[in-house]
């Protein structure tokens, strides 16, 4: 019978993560299903940016190496929970608390350590885009 140790040595990791102090470490146990570019003003002002950029897994596939007590939360709407690092303030994740995609949660690509190497599948909520950006061509996709 495997203890542990061999159960997470056996998992593979896909990216792993840190906060900017490194007081919050992660790794994401699977590929993302998907990775966006958003334009809403809730992450326009949660990460002090024209838009934030997130990839996609399920909760169980996020898994803290450390730093899980300095993270604090915040509901920025009824629905959805935003988490950061108490410590620097970075924007970790953020997900819905109920509904069809509460078992998902956006975790944000600024904060991975490993080299992301997907493409960026889409660039929503473009209505409320910040004038000064253009989005590239590429990345512009309909929701």
Known sequence: MADN????QQEKVYYQGSCLCKAVRFELLAEPQTASHCHCTMCQKQHGAAFASYARVRHSELRY??????????????TVRRRFCSECGSN????????KWSEWVAVALGCFDTPFTQDITREIH????APWWEPSAKSLKPE
Do not use: F, H, Q
């Not at 140790?5 to 997470?8: K, W």
């Not at 450390?66 to 939360?73: D, F, L, R």
């Not at 970790?92 to 509904?99: K, N, R, S």
């Not at 473009?126 to 885009?129: G, H, I, K, Q, Y």
């Open 65 to 78: 190496l450390c730093g899980e007590g300095v993270i604090k939360s915040y509901a920025s709407s009824k």
């Open 92 to 99: 970790l994740t953020w997900g819905y608390t109920e509904g």
């Open 5 to 8: 140790n061999e159960t997470l």
């Open 126 to 129: 473009l209505e409320d885009m």
